[in-house]
């Protein structure tokens, strides 16, 4: 159980270009999806809260009109990187927090690689 | 704020010897503290946590970590090292109360010989 998808695993984009990416959760329900970023041989570090129905809470330093982030349903939650450029190639990884029961650990999903040339 | 850090970007070990990654954290409230590993090119999996109650947690593949309050600190151990526990394993805290956004070290590197 607790299983957090993501997808695509890998894109590729030019500069410019928007790019969706999905992070479901497949066997349970979350109020709560979190978006990290992960630059190569560093630490995750988040970017923003997502709550099912109300829109994302972002960090300081992290631009809500370029990564936006929607999550519409309990078990969905996108995050678009629009007009995207190189510095933004990064791995992006979800978690999400389940709806009820256990709801001290976040699950993770596989990660995103975004390259973008 | 809540923080963590790592001590030791890189660790190595021969296969069967102790592996022992350290972990202190900073906190303004009760911590909820985690062990996650990293395999390359892969997302998290959670080791093992803790909440409450006992200071002793055991995981998955044989880890364990021990919340020390004293001395902020939740360091990873397992007894035997495998070739498969080589690497990446971040120890984390939750920004709040339980199920909030996690703040993350930098990371260790495990790696195992043979």
């Known amino acids: 159980g607790a299983v957090v998808s993501q997808h695509p695993s890998w894109v590729i984009c030019k500069s410019g270009t928007s790019v969706k990416i999905e992070c479901r959760s497949l066997d349970f329900q979350a109020t709560t999806m979190f978006w990290y970023r992960q630059f190569p041989k560093q630490s995750l570090m988040l970017m923003a809260t997502s709550n099912e129905g109300s829109k994302a809470t972002y960090e300081q330093g992290v631009e809500k009109d370029k990564f936006l982030i929607n999550h519409a349903s309990l078990t969905l939650s996108t995050l678009t990187v629009t007009s995207a450029h190189p510095e933004d190639s990064s791995f992006y990884i979800c978690s999400a927090k389940a709806a009820t029961g256990n709801q001290e650990t976040q699950y993770f999903g596989p990660g995103t690689r975004l390259l973008v040339l | 704020a809540q923080s963590v850090t790592q001590l030791g970007s890189h660790v190595s070990v021969s296969e069967g010897a102790l592996v022992l990654l350290r972990c202190n954290y900073s906190s303004s409230v009760p911590p909820y503290l985690f062990w996650y590993v990293q395999y390359p090119n892969q997302g998290l999996q959670l080791l093992l946590k803790?909440?409450?109650?006992?200071?002793l947690v055991k995981g998955i593949n044989g880890f364990e970590a021990e919340f020390k309050k004293s001395e902020t600190s939740f360091h990873l151990t397992k007894p035997s090292a495998h070739m498969s526990d080589a690497a990446e394993y971040f120890c984390?805290?939750?920004?709040?109360?339980?199920?909030?956004?996690?703040?993350f070290g930098k990371g260790t590197t495990l790696s195992v010989s043979s």
């Open positions: 984390a805290v939750s920004r709040y109360q339980a199920g909030t956004a996690l703040i």
């Open positions: 803790y909440t409450t109650g006992a200071t």
